[in-house]
């Protein structure tokens, strides 16, 4: 399966390519939505939210840190979600190429992967330039993003896969995951900080594998902080599980797949 | 020759569970049964040679589809297995899975990159598949404002732009229009000298005859014939009619030329005897003349009262393509409440217009205009003859036309 696959490499790239260039035909402004629309939805939290929050950030006395604090968190989450979201109906999407084409199916999901990536760099380099009209000069501790990307789109890619075979079937999935993916969101310290959060509902919070992984772009970004590396251990080990279990339905379930399409 | 293809005991399964955590459940190791079964192919098996010409005809939901999939490899069989030695390309269904945002020139990329080629390959073929495509500046538009035959075109010159070494085409061609049809059979024909075998699903039956060395009739999702192209075909002409009308026979025979003879229906009226006779001396001709007067003489009798009797005659040549076909209904002559036990004799005089070669009446016994609704018998090629050019002058064709050349020279 993965030989197959390294045959198909240089399609996989230049799909990326293709990816990113067909998302936005048909629009004006381009490539630029992808980074306008994250930035939109930072200042809109940070508009409503900034007089709230200004006061509870620890440790930072900045006007500019709640906005800094927003646009890592968001950056990081939306890499997870743009994985997890696109893979879950990459398989339906793509549908009627797997119907006609005999080809490693598994080049979709990773076309996805590469294509949300190179996205993510493009809206870190956006999210960059914003800082330095806050004031606020990246330092080296932006490398520790890299095991971040890293860890997250692992986890996104793991889980989104089997999501995306199980979709195919039951179609549901898709329809609960936009549901959930909300909820999840807001079960994540992104736009709030970890401390407003009530007794109650901090071990959930503990629990979520995004939220030490959110945590370390908003210690990196903000503070110039190394993450916590133990904290990191449950985001290692669910990704790990899902890129195995996402392997092994994906398997089982490839002589189906078409199938059921 | 080496076999390129081999598909051995290949079934296809899709089974439907009544939930689907337990069609999940199996993929783990469980083993629960699913619900309902629909078996699509059934345990086939043949080997497709170099530059075989194969086609897959039958009804639909015969499983023709489905096995081309398996072939190509988009669709897994549920046992059995297939070996290819080379390159497959397919055009199944309608395009290739185009992206409608994207232009022709872009999708080429795309699918051209599914398909295993390298973008630098699809590069040196652009031109090449631009030309063939002939779909002019709709090559650099989306292909969402394609005419469904646009799109058939520009998946067929990708599909070809490369000799593979199977060549798998299922119906697609039907939406092109005859230009490119015939453009595309050419491109076919050439693939298949040059060694390329070629599986073709098609319900023209011309087609069939023209192109394929080979034919496959499948029938509920098993092989039910396999062999040379008039003898499948015909098979499967009585089996069409046989369909409507239950209590049905079929036979074949092959005759010492090769003419193949199909004898089918439900035999309330049969044919007794067909001849082909000088229309003066009334003599049986096994070899007719061009220009001579010819008489073909049937005797038929029926065993039940039947309500109407049309006596139909379709007349080939060695490759099975259409010289001449008419029946009584078109010629208004249906016979009316026949009663068991009659003989009916019906004479055809004619002009042996044809050209030299060799022909045959395939003459059927109906109730209407077509044989689907009661085929009483149906005879192909029942009477065979051949055709010479004796007195006459030298000419080439099947037909002879009564011709002659008027020349005048002037200054």
């Known amino acids: ?261 | 020759m080496s076999v390129v293809l081999d598909i051995s005991h290949v079934s296809k399964c899709y089974a439907a569970y009544r939930s689907n955590l337990q069609r999940f459940a199996n993929w783990f190791g469980a083993s629960i049964a699913p619900e309902s079964e629909f078996w699509a192919n059934r345990d086939i098996s043949f080997q497709v040679k170099q530059g075989e010409a194969l086609a897959l005809i039958g009804q639909n939901g015969a499983g023709k589809s489905t096995l081309l999939k398996i072939i190509t490899g988009t669709v897994r069989p549920t046992s059995g297995s297939v070996t290819v030695a080379g390159r497959i390309s397919a055009i199944l269904e309608l395009g290739l899975g185009f992206n409608s945002e994207f232009t022709g020139r872009q999708n080429i990329y795309q699918a051209g990159g599914l398909m295993g080629f390298s973008q630098a390959e699809l590069t040196e073929l652009m031109p090449a598949i631009e030309d063939f495509a002939e779909i002019g500046e709709f090559f650099d538009q989306p292909t969402r404002v394609y005419s469904s035959g646009m799109q058939a075109r520009l998946a067929f010159a990708l599909a070809t732009a490369k000799r593979p070494d199977v060549l798998i085409v299922d119906e697609v061609l039907s939406v092109g229009d005859s230009y490119f049809q015939h453009k595309s059979f050419d491109r076919i024909r050439q693939f298949k000298q040059e060694g390329t075998s070629i599986i073709l699903v098609t319900h023209s039956l011309g087609d069939v005859r023209a192109l394929c060395d080979r034919v496959i009739l499948l029938d509920k999702g098993t092989v039910m014939k396999d062999g040379a192209p008039d003898e499948v075909v015909d098979y499967y002409n009585a089996m069409i009619a046989e369909r409507e009308n239950a209590k049905m026979t079929v036979e074949q025979k092959r005759n010492q030329n090769g003419w193949l003879n199909t004898r089918s229906g439900s035999f309330e009226v049969v044919i007794d005897s067909i001849m082909l006779l000088d229309a003066k001396t009334l003599d049986p001709v096994n070899t007719a003349r061009v220009g001579q007067q010819l008489l073909l003489k049937l005797v038929a009798h029926s065993n039940q009262d039947i309500p109407r009797l049309v006596l139909g005659y379709m007349l080939r040549d060695r490759a099975g393509h259409v010289m001449w076909g008419t029946n009584t209904w078109h010629t208004k002559q249906v016979i009316e409440n026949v009663t068991a036990g009659e003989k009916i004799e019906y004479d055809l005089p004619f002009t042996c217009t044809l050209g030299p070669g060799s022909y045959a009446f395939s003459p059927t016994l109906v109730s209407s205009d077509t044989h689907l609704e009661n085929n009483y018998e149906w005879q192909d090629n029942a009477l065979v003859f051949d055709v010479v050019n004796v007195d006459g002058t030298f000419f080439i064709g099947s037909s002879w036309l009564d011709a002659k050349f008027m020349i005048s020279r002037q200054g």
């Open chain 1, 1 to 261: 399966m993965l030989k197959s696959v390294w045959h198909y490499r240089h399609f996989i790239l230049a799909s990326i390519r293709g990816d990113l260039r067909g998302r936005f035909a048909r629009s004006r402004l381009g490539a630029f939505w992808f980074i306008l629309h994250p930035l939109a939805q930072a200042l809109i939290f940070s508009i409503v939210l900034a007089e709230v929050m200004h006061a509870r950030m620890p440790n930072i006395d900045s006007r500019a840190a709640y906005p800094i604090y927003l646009l890592s968190g968001m950056a990081a989450w939306g890499l997870f979600s743009e994985i997890m979201n696109r893979s879950i109906g990459i398989f339906i999407e793509q549908g009627s190429a797997m119907k006609k084409i005999s080809f490693p199916k598994l080049c979709l999901p990773l076309i996805i992967w590469g294509s949300a990536l190179i996205n993510h760099v493009l809206l870190l380099a956006a999210i960059a330039v914003i800082f330095l009209f806050f004031g606020h000069y990246p330092g080296l501790a932006w490398l520790y993003l890299i095991p971040g990307m890293l860890l997250i789109s692992v986890m996104a890619f793991g889980i989104g896969v089997f999501l995306g075979v199980l979709n195919v079937f039951v179609r549901d999935v898709a329809q609960f995951m936009t549901v959930f993916m909300q909820l999840w969101f807001w079960f994540t310290p992104i736009v709030y900080v970890k401390s407003v959060v009530p007794e109650k509902f901090r071990p959930l919070i503990e629990l979520n594998p995004m939220t030490p992984l959110v945590n370390l772009y908003q210690d990196a970004l903000l503070l110039n902080q190394a993450p916590s590396w133990p904290s990191l251990w449950p985001a290692v080990v669910i990704g790990g599980v899902a890129v195995v279990l996402s392997f092994v339905v994906f398997r089982r379930a490839s002589p189906e797949l078409v199938d059921a399409l």
